[in-house]
């Protein structure tokens, strides 16, 4: 816990802070890398796709005592071949064995009901048969894609109403590349893909946009009255906003981990394998992905789009000369008047209205800037 | 220190508060007032069978919300047909139709049940033969024995025993009529202004009552048949076709087992076979057991079927019609029924192997359109109007999922949910105490009121609309912890950031709300589209997940504007936190002022008040 404190507060104070906008290559490089990686991933070994995708039965055997082997054993008289997956999930009642077999085995439910319990010694009541058909898995991974694209749609035509398309392309972008690397995580890994995972694959997609539309919040309102200075360029505004924003953005991503934690850990581990474990793992993956692309992908991404814009290219070219000048400035030894406190000028005044309000004589001694 | 003169400027955070607690009250209040105390719980947590069917049909016109209501309706009668009770069927989505069975057992056997394709077909009555439970009848053979009175002798022997029996339900049908639902009916051509209309119900009903008189008369005669203990046949009526004789002899209609063999058999057997058949129900314990010719009209030629009470007669009946195709055999058939005698003037309407009525004709309906006209109420009335209704849906249903699930499974899953869910919040609140102090009980408060109104609200959905809380739900409640503690961290960032610019806390309070506000609008909506989305898109589990991320979505809203701030603007006037106390989160050294890197980050901020100030 203090150990996510002092990050918290370092970062809070200042200590530790990045140019996340100017290392746009190095994110490139490294999303690259992890994308790469999992398109290849996907493409060569594929999903390990649940036996919800693929149809057939799962019988779960409550009694206490019976061991994979043994199972296993029965699962093989049944079908007469090794194909069945056997697995053992632990519950609060003690252990469970699942017997998968897959509906290419043409194997009835009723008749692996009574094959499983006859050669186990068990009543056909301490099994109980899960049995899905193939075209189960696919309506709803069919149904979930309609879900994501109309989402997407919605969602950027929401976003480009309410900042602007280069940001909605931006956030897009990071939708798509956490969405990307979670399925790729689980090609590569070889997690099995279950409905619960796919639940949590649609969930990222709320989840990632949220920490980039925080984030953007932010952006938005320090670009605002970019083009009435010429000391910062857009992508130096939207870098500062990003650090000033960073300490909220890692609190939200730490504090939306943590449930998931405590679901794919705990609940996970208690259960074995199961819908919450599931769930919880494509959010964990999603959400990782999710904190890093609002910050490393989605930013840099609009301000590589916002630097192509002719006024923040004129932008661009009035901070350079201006430079140029104060360097010119700063080698002949005089300074130029207006530099001192508005040199770094990144977030203009926050709304809420002008702050007249009178300023107490006690606090100002912690302003100790305000008077130097 | 601001001016008491700028307390509106605050809003009214008591107002706003109590606000928050009245709604917090009616709703546990309406949650206890109700009895709707826990949420209810989906199949996968609290045990029982879940079994997902899918529509399929050539004519993809046929799945609509209209025909899948009907299916659903048959699909409930056919689960409840089978003794199972609290059973629920609904539509899910467009063409699916979800069939939850609590703490059931025989699983795979119902799944099969349900899928298999509803056949309804019109077949010839050739026989028919009354049996009765008498296991089921108050005075029940084994104990007559020591009965004195009104029926000595009928008990000692088998054969007065059925003797006496049908002689004791044989009042019963004959005088009540109305009980007579299968056999009582009649079938009339639906003459919009006829008197011969209302002539018929009572003229066939009484006809019926008097041959089923007869044929408890005979049974009576006869005492051979009881070869098992609890059964009493009455004679067979009509002829039984040869090749069904010896099977018309076996299937015993009292017992549940051997009404699933005759449907069975009978599901099985060609449209140009002959077979036998069970009522679907009894009447005071009366099952009629029939042989039945080939099919002579397929149910698919009915184009339409609804109940309705009749303006002349005051009764209960129902109206159908049929398509040209099945107007042309349906005339050939009803002109060749009304030749017959009893009760080969009768055709049976089957659903599933079962004949649910049998109506006999009095008349050659030739225009395509009939009236099933008896001793209907508005329920039977409208019963049958479903199964013809059924019969005309060129619906298929294949079985998408069954999902068994035992009661301990589901209660170790929900465990698993729950201290899942508890350890999650724990770490949320540590981490909100630790990195927050003072502030974090804003939060730990926050998230409180939070749980409180999710649980009450997804309780009284439980009730009101049939709301379960499964388990991918369960997650998505736990994963919207996080959600909600994201708008605390945003506000209080936004609070902190003001602070940092130099403020004091009650007017950062103040000044950090609307733009903290405007990011939690913004970031929520985002979280609710995906979750509208999800909803409206998906089915099932994945629907459940969707919905809760969206209550608990829209809760946060509730929450944050209505608690959260509210509390913040009061407390902002205490002095543990106005003094920047170190433990209120709000101390000025947590906000790094002394530090020297302090000096960089408020340069890069605006001057305007610096600069005043200077």
């Known amino acids: ?372 | 220190m601001a001016s008491p003169k700028s307390r509106p400027r605050d809003g009214y955070p008591g107002r706003a508060l109590s606000l928050t607690l009245a709604i917090m009250v009616a709703l546990v209040g309406i949650m206890i007032g109700t009895g709707h105390t826990t949420p209810r719980l989906g199949i996968d947590l609290a045990g029982g069978t879940s079994v997902t069917l899918k529509a399929t049909s050539s004519d993809k016109n046929a799945i609509n919300p209209a025909n899948m209501a009907i299916a659903s309706e048959i699909m409930s009668q056919r689960v409840n047909g089978t003794g199972v009770t609290e059973s629920t069927t609904q539509v899910q989505g467009s063409d699916e139709i979800v069939v939850n069975v609590p703490k059931g057992t025989s699983s795979t056997e119902l799944a099969t049940e349900l899928a298999q394709t509803a056949k309804l077909y019109f077949r010839p009555v050739l026989a028919e033969q009354q049996q009765i439970d008498a296991s089921a009848l108050p005075k029940s053979s084994p104990s007559a024995s020591s009965n004195g009175g009104a029926k000595p002798s009928g008990a000692a022997s088998p054969s007065a025993s059925s003797s006496e029996k049908p002689k004791a339900s044989a009042p019963g049908a004959s005088a009540s009529p109305s009980a007579s639902k299968t056999q009582g009916d009649a079938l009339s051509q639906d003459l919009k202004a006829g008197s011969s209309a209302s002539a018929h119900p009572s003229a066939s009903t009484s006809a019926k009552a008097s041959a089923a008189a007869t044929g408890t008369a005979k049974a009576a005669a006869t005492p051979s048949a009881a070869p098992t203990s609890g059964t009493v046949s009455g004679q067979t009526a009509g002829t039984v076709p040869a090749a069904l004789q010896s099977e018309f002899n076996a299937i015993d209609c009292t017992t549940k087992h051997g009404r699933d063999v005759a449907q069975v058999t009978a599901n099985r057997a060609k449209e140009t076979d002959q077979v036998v058949s069970c009522s679907s129900d009894a009447t005071s314990n009366t099952w009629t057991k029939y042989a039945l010719d080939k099919v002579a009209v397929d149910g698919t030629s009915i184009s339409k079927a609804q109940s309705n009470l009749s303006t002349q007669t005051g009764q209960w009946e129902v109206d159908l019609s049929f398509n040209s195709h099945g107007a042309g055999q349906f005339a050939n058939i009803t002109g060749q029924l009304t030749k017959n005698q009893p009760p080969a003037n009768e055709f049976a309407i089957q659903l599933d192997g079962l004949v649910q009525s049998s109506p006999s004709v009095n008349e050659a309906i030739t225009g395509g359109q009939a009236t099933i006209s008896g001793s209907f109420d508005q329920a039977s009335a409208s019963q049958l109007a479903n199964v013809l209704s059924y019969g005309s849906l060129p619906l298929d249903f294949q079985t998408q999922e069954v999902v068994t699930v035992s009661p301990e499974l589901g209660g170790s899953q929900l465990d698993a949910g729950l201290i899942a869910g508890l350890i999650g919040l724990i770490l949320v609140v540590v981490y909100s105490l630790v990195y927050y102090r003072g502030l974090g009980l804003v939060a730990v408060a926050s998230l409180l009121v939070s749980a409180i109104l999710t649980w009450s609200l997804m309780s009284l959905l439980g009730g009101a609309i049939g709301f379960a809380l499964n388990l991918p739900a369960v997650c998505g409640a736990i994963v919207a912890i996080g959600i909600t503690a994201d708008s605390f961290v945003v506000y209080f960032e936004r609070v902190r950031d003001e602070l940092r610019e130099g403020a004091t806390l009650r007017p950062a309070v103040r000044n950090a709300w609307p733009r903290a506000r405007r990011t939690i609008l913004v970031s929520d909506f985002v979280s609710f589209l995906a979750a509208a989305v999800l909803y409206f898109f998906t089915v099932g589990k994945v629907q459940g997940f969707a919905f809760t991320l969206g209550l608990t979505t829209l809760l946060d809203l509730v929450v944050v504007f209505l608690f959260t701030k509210p509390l913040m603007t009061l407390l902002a006037r205490r002095k543990f936190f106005n003094s920047g106390h170190p433990w209120s989160g709000l101390s000025p050294e947590r906000l790094g002022v002394r530090n020297p890197l302090r000096d960089s980050r408020n340069s890069r901020r605006p001057v305007p008040t610096a600069g005043k100030e200077a």
């Open chain 1, 1 to 372: 816990m203090s150990r996510f404190g002092n990050i918290g507060h370092r970062l809070y104070t200042g200590e530790v802070s990045f140019d996340f906008v100017g290392r746009r290559r190095l994110w490139t490089i490294i999303s690259g890398v992890i994308l790469v990686a999992a398109i290849l991933g996907l493409t060569v070994r594929g999903l390990n796709l649940g036996i919800e995708f693929k149809g057939g039965e799962i019988y779960t055997i409550t009694k206490p005592g019976v061991t994979i082997a043994q199972a296993q054993k029965a699962a093989n008289e049944l079908t007469g071949d090794s194909a069945a997956i056997v697995q053992k999930a632990n519950t609060s009642n003690g252990q469970e064995i699942l017997v998968q077999i897959s509906s290419t085995e043409k194997i009835d439910p009723t008749k692996g009901q009574d094959g499983l319990s006859k050669s186990l010694g068990l009543s056909t009541q301490q099994i109980n048969t899960q049995s899905l058909s193939a075209s189960w898995g696919h309506d709803i991974s069919q149904k979930a894609l309609e879900g994501l694209v109309v989402f997407m749609v919605l969602v950027t035509l929401y976003l480009a109403f309410a900042f602007e398309w280069r940001l909605a392309v931006g956030a897009l972008v990071a939708l798509l590349h956490d969405l990307v690397i979670t399925v790729g995580v689980y090609a590569l890994v070889g997690f099995e893909v279950t409905s619960g995972t796919v639940i949590g694959f649609l969930t990222i997609l709320g989840y990632s946009l949220y920490d980039t539309v925080v984030v953007f919040d932010g952006l938005k309102s320090a670009t605002n009255k970019l083009t009435k200075q010429n000391k910062l360029t857009y992508s130096d505004a939207a870098n500062a906003s990003l650090n000033s924003t960073l300490v909220r953005s890692i609190n939200t991503s730490v504090l939306a981990l943590l449930p998931v934690a405590a679901l794919l850990f705990i609940g996970g581990g208690l259960l074995g394998a199961g819908v919450l474990n599931d769930i919880s793992l494509a959010l964990f993956v999603g959400l990782t992905a999710g904190a890093y692309s609002s910050i490393c992908v989605a930013t840099p991404m609009v301000a590589w789009l916002q630097e192509k814009r002719p006024e923040y290219i004129e932008l661009a070219r009035k901070v350079k000369q201006r430079r140029a000048a104060e360097a010119k400035a700063a080698a002949e030894g005089r300074t130029l008047d207006e530099e001192t406190p508005q040199s770094e000028v990144s977030v203009p005044a926050p709304t809420g209205g002008p702050r007249n309000q009178p300023v107490n004589r006690s606090r100002s001694e912690r302003r100790s800037t305000g008077r130097r």
